[in-house]
């Protein structure tokens, strides 16, 4: 049968309503239950500080808890936990792979992600943290570039700027029930997977630790005959522990915390000499005060340690073993803010943060002989300072970012470099207006700026230049003549309660990028892709949103992006007047959920993905996209004595099993399915 968007969300939106009427029968005549301000939610990311969102003039919305299992994550990445947000295409092409979709109409570097407002790889933590450890996951859309840098990352695209918005994964904190968890699940791909987690509180020690295993014979997600093509099941092996202890000091304000995760990522891609091993290591320290009623600061500094390792074979000449890459990289990022409270809502913030990465590639040849690639440091600091302001139904915000980078380059793809040190130094700014019409209505508006240097992976790649077009070596090709990119963003919209439980949203959007480092394929079979300057890039579009809570049994939601890009390339008429990669030109979301009677829940949601493109260059890139998929999920509770819950639930994804093509020669795997239960007590 073949499923169009017009029908699936036609056929949905239908049975939206019809439930809706049903859910508001089944309640009459009793009067409509109060239900949570949508529209004015506690929020910590704009700001640094918990602050109602009537004092915020970025739009920010929340994923909670709650929602997670209603929207899946069938790839097994955090990041997914986003997609049913407007203005956002989560596209993580397999389970052993990062998230490369797009924010803002700008590509997957442009949103900056924190973990409990510290910044994390937006590629490779959201892979390897456990959402069981989340409290809520917050989204701000628009210009973050003033409160929070850019994440040094030398690895996957490079550095990570928030100039289109920033995601916030926020960790539980104050622990108030004890409780123990144990869960398993078994799913399509001979997926088994085991999961434990506890928390509890011992005077002012909050805690809680946890852990997963999963393994899975998983399946073929390459196209057949592409580079990822296979000659077995892979095997896949993932290994998460994590945990976070918080002592509070007398109060709920001043507090010390730690949280630690690790993970171990194992298997191969479906062929005998293409097995990898990744770990990914990373800890948070916090100290929070409070220090009186109008004066506060939080010092932080973490550590994120990534190392990862992956053969190569001969295909499809031969399977032999053709060498590996390995890729070692620690960043230590640090942040120290202060914040004063003042007049009728003032708020002024002001500090400093930095970042210290070390990177290093290595390649083993047939023969086994390690030869160095890549060896680098980098270093980056800033000074930032933001005033807020409440004039009655305004709400003003302006702030500055002072920002250093240094690059000291000791090796490019194996030699040594043409220019050993590099640094920049830039002014950043940004502003934003909101005015609370009503307590139903409010308008915002917001702009700054951004800029990034290139990454050590694009100026040096993981292969060399000679590498073009050879069988067999699949990874990046270098490009030691890229620029740095600076960007602007600007957004207006309006928030809207028309009633009791609902919430309209409408937000535009225009962000500008020049100089635009882009990852473009240049081979198909071998995959191989190379970052390049395409120019000025533009992006533009509207995101418009609705979420209505009914009543306590049954809400429902839908939301569309549409995004406009274009490349101005004058010295390249194969990429003047192109769009920018990943970034489809329509991506829609329509769901519900509903609670039966004892304890039985039903969601679901169809996800919309527009037309999108690998590459910039007209001649040789590659259409995707045009495609919907279907997602159910459904979950009953059992309560036994003692206290003692039993959730029993199953996840359906991809109904229509289409498996469409994405890019690199990646494949959806179609349909797939997870049954699993979960013992609380």
């Not at 108030?176 to 085991?194: H, K, P, Q, V």
């Not at 005015?435 to 917001?446: K, L, P, Q, T």
Request: glycine share 10%; charged share 20%.
């Amino acid at each position: 049968m073949r499923f169009t968007l017009t029908r699936i969300s036609a056929a949905t939106a239908l049975l939206c309503v019809a439930l809706a009427a049903q859910a508001q029968q089944a309640t009459a005549p009793a009067a409509p239950p109060v239900v949570e301000d949508e529209m004015l939610p506690v929020v910590v990311t704009a700001s640094k500080l918990s602050e109602p969102q009537k004092n915020v003039t970025q739009k920010v919305t929340v994923v909670t808890q709650e929602e997670f299992a209603q929207t899946g994550t069938p790839n097994r990445n955090a990041a997914e936990l986003l997609k049913r947000e407007p203005g956002m295409f989560v596209n993580a092409l397999s389970r052993n792979d990062a998230n490369w979709g797009s924010y803002g109409g700008l590509g997957p570097k442009y949103n900056g992600m924190l973990l409990d407002g510290m910044p994390i790889d937006s590629f490779v933590d959201p892979m390897a943290v456990d959402a069981m450890a989340f409290d809520r996951v917050e989204s701000q859309r628009g210009p973050a570039s003033v409160m929070y840098g850019n994440y040094m990352s030398m690895d996957f695209a490079g550095n990570q700027s928030p100039l289109a918005g920033i995601s916030n994964y926020v960790l539980k904190d104050r622990i108030d029930e004890r409780a123990t968890s144990l869960g398993a699940s078994y799913g399509s791909f001979n997926t088994i997977t085991g999961r434990a987690y506890h928390q509890g509180n011992a005077g002012n020690f909050h805690y809680f630790v946890g852990g997963s295993y999963e393994r899975s014979d998983y399946t073929g997600y390459g196209m057949p005959h592409s580079w990822l093509d296979t000659t077995k099941d892979p095997a896949y092996r993932k290994g998460k522990i994590y945990g976070k202890g918080t002592v509070f000091l007398g109060r709920d304000d001043h507090s010390i915390s730690l949280f630690g995760n690790y993970s171990t990522h194992k298997g191969d891609t479906g062929r005998p000499n293409r097995d990898f091993s990744h770990r990914y290591g990373l800890l948070n320290f916090t100290y929070a005060n409070q220090i009186t009623d109008t004066f506060g600061m939080t010092a932080k500094v973490g550590l994120r340690d990534y190392s990862r390792y992956w053969s190569e074979d001969n295909y499809p000449a031969n399977l032999s073993w053709n060498g590996a890459g390995r890729v070692k990289q620690r960043i230590v990022p640090a942040d120290l803010t202060f914040n004063w409270k003042h007049g009728n809502g003032g708020l002024l913030t002001f500090g400093a943060d930095a970042q210290w990465v070390d990177y290093k590639t290595e390649s083993i040849s047939p023969t086994h002989v390690v030869a160095p690639g890549n060896d680098m440091k980098a270093k980056s600091y800033g000074l930032f300072v933001q005033e807020r302001m409440v004039l009655g139904d305004w709400v003003l915000r302006a702030g500055g970012r002072f920002s250093r980078t240094t690059h000291d380059y000791k090796l490019i793809s194996g030699g040594a470099p043409g220019l050993a040190s590099q640094s920049w130094n830039k002014f950043l700014w940004s502003a934003g207006a909101r005015y609370n019409f009503s307590s139903a209505v409010a308008f915002y508006a917001n702009a700054g700026s951004s800029f990034t240097p290139p990454s050590a992976k694009s100026v040096g790649g993981t292969l060399l230049a000679s590498d073009l077009g050879v069988a067999g070596r699949n990874g990046q090709l270098p490009n030691a003549s890229l620029k740095p990119e600076s960007g602007l963003a600007f957004d207006l919209g309006v928030d809207t309660r028309p009633m009791q439980g609902m919430s309209l949203g409408a937000r535009l959007f225009m962000n500008q990028v020049k100089d635009a480092i882009v990852t473009n394929v240049v081979s198909q079979n071998p995959s191989q892709s190379r970052d390049v300057n395409a120019g000025k890039a533009r992006s533009q579009g509207i995101e418009l949103s609705l979420k209505h809570q009914v009543n306590e049994q049954f809400g429902y939601f839908a939301n569309t992006t549409f995004t406009r890009t274009k490349i101005t390339n004058p010295l390249n008429p194969g990429e003047n007047g192109s769009q920018l990669t990943f970034v489809p030109d329509n991506v829609s979301n329509l769901g519900f959920s509903w609670k039966l009677p004892f304890g039985t829940e039903i969601s679901s949601y169809v996800q919309y993905t527009g037309r999108f493109y690998d590459s910039t260059d007209k001649t040789s890139r590659k259409t995707f996209g045009k495609h919907a998929t279907v997602n159910l999920h459904v979950s009953h509770d059992i309560k036994l004595a003692g206290g003692t819950k039993v959730n029993v639930y199953a996840d359906f994804n991809n109904i229509g099993n289409k498996k469409f093509e994405q890019p690199w020669q990646f494949r959806d795997v179609g349909f797939n399915a997870t049954i699993g239960a979960q013992v609380r007590f």
